[in-house]
């Protein structure tokens, strides 16, 4: 990014936040150009777009431009930088049209994706519905370390999300002062990883001691892996290392390191 | 210079000025069937596009014939905005106009008549999503689809009725998508394939 507008835009951001507080429609995206654009408002998205030329490949995937496009869900200012991209890459029209001839595809067959009035295990003929809902249960693997019975009690913080595709490196992941925590882990596109079983270990750093371990784990039905902790009755304190092993293969998926504090 | 489509914006723009029919030409190729795309989706009337767009060639070429623009590297810019201005001003009026640019340019990229071709192409794509459609379970899967393609909304609507978070949709829709892929690779049409991916 023009470094000139980088610091223009970190003195000008807390502005231009108040902006940001009207409501969504001003807060279309940003962060495929920098972080800071979480606040920006899409005016001022769409003039950096337009003066700096950074519309690009990322920023139509990440804002679904061509969706939005096709549907005429695009504000004036940005399908006015999106049509001027288009003139400079007149090779996105085959692009769009695929998507465009998709979307009539999908209309076509309407009928075949509107919502059934009742839930789908009762209304599958064959039972698969049924099966669907029960592998959904049994899918979502809550591993729950000591005192299982009592966690319905506990508080519920958002689950810290553990990803392997997007690179955590070795940062550690700080976790504080919550007695049930939840963990989502990314073990890579859900077309490859829903057939495929997991295991996992939680290591503590300092003696090698292992906390706990799993086998035998599948992803849910959003291709997340999802485990939970427990610390009722022992405080988890202290640096851990936790595993993720593709069973089968033997194959690491992910190691991560998580500084569990009191609060 | 190149008289190509590798031609610059400034090349054309330069090349005009100078007299050479030529980037003439060029220019209608370049920008035309884009432009053209541009002003249908916006004015639904193919009859109306096709004169804008017409219009606005005749517009840039005199104007570069005696002249330039200031930044000729933003030729891209000023085709867009040139035909919006001719599109609201035509809003405000009926009354189309003669033009004596190069028709049969304009002619060759606007013809996008679709072909036996592409109907064979366009029925064998419904006939795989349905299939597709047909094999997908999971009844989240189906209703992301029908938010997203039928109801077409964005992702953020999506989220908020299904109480997703974005990464959540991510997936879902990747995943849904990635079976469609599965079953439209049994056909051969690259470029829907490319979208999927």
């Known amino acids: 990014m023009n470094p000139y507008i ?35 408002p899409s005016w001022f998205v769409v003039w950096f777009i337009v003066m700096n030329n950074t519309m690009n490949e990322q920023y139509l995937n990440e804002h679904e431009v061509i969706h939005r496009y096709l549907v005429d869900k695009l504000p004036d200012d940005e399908r006015d930088a999106f049509e001027v991209y288009l003139l400079e890459h007149p090779e996105l029209l085959d692009e769009i049209e695929a998507a465009r001839h998709i979307q009539n595809a999908f209309k076509a067959n309407a009928g075949l994706l509107k919502k059934s009035r009742f839930p789908a295990w009762l209304t599958a003929r064959s039972g698969q519905g049924l099966l669907a809902a029960a592998a959904c249960l049994v899918v979502a693997v809550v591993i729950v370390f000591r005192l299982p019975q009592q966690n319905a009690d506990l508080p519920l913080q958002p689950p810290v999300i553990l990803e392997t595709l997007r690179g955590q490196g070795d940062d550690i992941i700080q976790v504080s002062g919550t007695p049930l925590v939840q963990f989502l882990i990314d073990v890579g596109p859900p077309a490859l990883s829903e057939e495929l079983s997991y295991s996992l270990d939680i290591v503590q750093e300092a003696d090698g001691s292992t906390l706990a371990t799993a086998q035998g784990l599948h992803v849910d039905q959003d291709g997340w892996l999802l485990f939970s902790l427990s610390d009722q009755r022992t405080p988890l304190q202290g640096l851990y290392r936790v595993r993720v092993v593709q069973e089968g293969r033997n194959v690491m998926v992910g190691e991560y390191r998580v500084d569990f504090t009191a609060e | 210079m190149a008289t190509d489509n590798t031609a610059t914006s400034t090349e054309i723009v330069t090349g005009i000025n100078s007299g050479d029919r030529n980037f003439e030409t060029l220019l209608i190729q370049k920008y035309g069937k884009t432009l053209l795309y541009i002003l249908e989706r916006r004015t639904h009337d193919k009859d109306l596009a096709q004169d804008i767009c017409q219009e606005t060639f005749r517009i840039l070429i005199e104007k570069f014939r005696v002249g330039t623009i200031d930044e000729p590297e933003r030729l891209a810019g000023y085709i867009q905005q040139t035909a919006i201005n001719l599109l609201i001003a035509e809003r405000r009026k009926t009354q189309r106009r003669k033009t004596d640019i190069d028709s049969e340019a304009l002619d060759a990229v606007s013809d996008r008549r679709a072909t036996p071709h592409d109907e064979i192409a366009l029925m064998r794509l419904r006939k795989a999503v349905r299939e597709a459609i047909l094999a997908l379970h999971n009844e989240r899967d189906k209703e992301i689809l ?3 393609y039928i109801e077409e909304q964005d992702k953020e609507q999506v989220c908020g009725a299904m109480t997703l978070d974005f990464r959540h949709f991510d ?17 051969n049409d690259d470029v829907i394939q490319e979208e999927l991916t």
């Open chain 1, 6 to 40: 980088s610091s223009f835009w970190r003195k000008s951001a807390s502005s231009f936040s108040r902006l940001d507080s009207l409501g969504p429609g001003l807060r279309r995206g940003g962060e495929g150009i920098s972080g800071a654009f979480d606040f920006a």
């Open chain 2, 146 to 148: 029908y938010r997203y």
């Open chain 2, 171 to 187: 997936k879902v829709i990747s995943r849904a998508r990635s079976r469609l892929k599965a079953v439209l690779e049994a056909n």
